[in-house]
């Protein structure tokens, strides 16, 4: 069974301080992972995914295949970061269902 | 982008009667959508997948003949709560997979209340 574990539920940092999200996962074949933000009053949106190797809004995401991570990072945080941040994994079957962690409540304080 | 649409994004209903919560793909043909459950600050769990012209597959602990999902085309998906109850009471989010990409779009919600 694939299981995706984010263990803290709220972050506060400050505004310019880096932030990182962390997010585990198990899963016995090879994952496809996600970051998904929801802001207030917003519906889930993709962030990044680790397939792609991108930075979006200067977020980016390493898949740790040794230690089964896949933090979120950002060296500098700021106010409108503040959301909820979903990490996600992708099944390989035909229907690809994505699991959820818990998610992690991001405020970035000014 | 790929769009989804949700329908309605809130609904108040009374116990024992049925409520409809529409899902379309805007943009794109969805052959899977995917429906879940997200209680207050809690994340999401899958309900069930919904396949395009077949029956949908169910999530364990989730009865199927509570949560009827009917996918009758490449753009609609519903899902129907019948003779609703307060702990049905939640908000339901559908979601589907973007073809030629990695990524998922979801829907707005819909936040239903049975009183």
């Known amino acids: 069974a694939q299981r995706v574990t984010q263990p803290e539920k709220l972050l506060s940092v400050f505004k310019g301080a880096p932030v990182e999200l962390k997010c585990n996962y198990s899963y016995s074949g090879s994952p496809e992972l996600f970051w998904y933000v929801q802001y207030s009053r917003q519906r889930l949106q993709l962030l990044l995914r680790h397939i792609s190797r991108e930075s979006i809004k200067g977020f980016t995401a390493d898949l740790n295949k040794g230690e089964t991570s896949f933090h979120l990072k950002k060296p500098f945080a700021q106010e409108e970061d503040s959301a909820m941040y979903y990490c996600?994994?992708?099944?390989?079957?035909?229907?690809?269902?994505?699991?959820f962690g818990s998610g992690t409540q991001l405020t970035v304080l000014p | 982008g790929a769009v989804v649409s949700q329908h309605p994004s809130r609904v108040i209903c009374k116990s024992g009667t049925s409520v409809k919560i529409e899902c379309r793909s805007l943009d794109f043909q969805a052959t899977t959508m995917f429906w879940y459950r997200q209680f207050p600050k809690q994340s999401l769990m899958l309900m069930a997948t919904?396949?395009?012209?077949?029956?949908?597959?169910?999530e364990q602990g989730v009865e199927k003949d509570k949560f009827l999902i009917n996918h009758a085309s490449l753009t609609l998906s519903t899902l129907t709560v019948t003779s609703a109850h307060p702990e049905d009471s939640s908000f339901y989010i559908c979601s589907a997979r973007v073809p030629q990409s990695y990524g998922y779009t979801f829907g707005s919600g819909t936040r239903l209340t049975v009183v």
């Open positions: 996600a994994l992708s099944s390989s079957g035909s229907a690809r269902q994505l699991t």
């Open positions: 919904s396949n395009e012209g077949s029956k949908a597959t169910y």
